[in-house]
């Protein structure tokens, strides 16, 4: 998994794909010129152009000579309306889901399906958008991430408006709890246990985690941080537990860090465990304005073995995320449940230790 954010043209394919879904734009109108939509969007024509190959690749709009560009209704070539899966994402450029989305795509196109694609910024509101969106549509299938999956899910009413409609879906990364649905996630609470564990394993009993509250994969990986201490029966300073939310994840952590940072050497934490790489590399740069070293001074672990991890000054271990596979098997189960009518379980990837530079070992 690397950094890379979605390209701008397929932002703009999605961006084009609400005009089309919410009928802003109707099967017949013309598109505006790639003059215009390039001025709104403050992109490139080239960028444009490629979004609108894109778009007429899938059948959403046709081109016709000294006339212009118009949208359509996708149809195959044997006159059938073409297939479509919506994914809704909390994030579409977060440094995880493009993976998570590639993979998707792939294998979907391969079935003869083509993507919608939406993104609730990690809001319950915008998530009631979407889910307006998706539903008001003729879709086969979704595959949805949760908004803040620990507040609860305001939005159940239209969930049980998919299965009224006999709309298949399944989840990533975490599910609504009162929802039966398939679900595929990482063992988030196995990954802070394993996180933890290697680092009293390596001498460290003074050992702070940073973790976000409002999503389970958070609330997990703090449950798995927790029973590795009392397995070694080592109390955790409640100092040295700092939860945070979406919107907190900047300054807050940050700011939380530099408190305990600043402590002596026998008050601050000799170690870190970090809800997420984006975190630990913050939280890096906050230790070295403290004048520490990584890992002499403060050993540091992050989790989805992101390219930020191995693009870091000092090499972040980190537990892994399957991203791509993910992805990949989301839209083969979907199309099975589709097709086939299949019931999938739970799947329920295990993260591993990934081990680089940035854990010292302490000697008792």
């Not at 899938?58 to 073409?82: C, H, M, S, Y």
């Not at 940073?210 to 999503?215: G, Q, S």
Request: aromatic share 6%; net charge negative.
């Amino acid at each position: 998994m690397d950094g890379k954010k979605i390209p701008k043209y397929l932002q703009l394919k999605h961006e084009l794909l609400s005009w089309l879904q919410t009928g802003k734009l109707q099967p017949g109108q013309q598109f505006p010129s790639e003059n215009e939509i390039a001025e709104q969007f403050g992109l490139s024509r080239q960028t444009v152009r490629q979004t609108f190959g894109e778009l007429e690749k899938d059948g959403w709009l046709e081109r016709i000579q000294g006339k212009g560009t118009f949208a359509r209704n996708p149809v195959r070539r044997d006159g059938e309306a073409v297939k479509t899966i919506g994914i809704m994402t909390t994030y579409i450029s977060d440094y995880i889901f493009p993976h998570i989305v590639r993979g998707a795509e792939a294998e979907l196109r391969s079935h003869g399906y083509r993507l919608l694609l939406s993104s609730t910024d990690n809001t319950k509101e915008k998530e009631m958008d979407s889910l307006q969106l998706m539903t008001g549509q003729p879709l086969s299938g979704l595959i949805i991430e949760p908004t803040k999956s620990a507040e609860g899910n305001p939005n159940l009413g239209y969930f049980l408006e998919l299965q009224e409609k006999g709309i298949p879906y399944l989840m990533i990364n975490e599910k609504y709890r009162e929802l039966e649905c398939p679900c595929l996630k990482v063992d988030d609470e196995a990954g802070g246990h394993k996180a933890a564990r290697h680092l009293l394993e390596n001498g460290h009993r003074s050992i702070a985690g940073f973790f976000k509250r409002d999503d389970l994969q958070g609330v997990n990986r703090l449950k798995g941080f927790l029973s590795a201490h009392r397995e070694q029966g080592i109390t955790v300073s409640p100092q040295h537990v700092v939860t945070y939310t979406t919107e907190q994840k900047g300054d807050y952590a940050y700011q939380k860090a530099i408190e305990l940072l600043q402590g002596t050497p026998e008050q601050r934490p000799t170690a870190l465990v970090c809800y997420n790489d984006e975190l630990a590399v913050m939280l890096m740069d906050a230790a070295a304005a403290c004048g520490l070293r990584i890992p002499e001074d403060l050993s540091v672990i992050g989790f989805d073995d992101s390219s930020l991890a191995a693009a870091s000054g000092t090499k972040l271990t980190t537990l892994t995320h399957p991203k791509t596979a993910m992805g990949e098997l989301a839209a083969r189960q979907l199309v099975g449940m589709i097709e086939r009518g299949e019931s999938p379980g739970d799947t329920v990837f295990e993260p591993e230790l990934v081990e680089r530079d940035s854990v010292h070992r302490i000697t008792l």
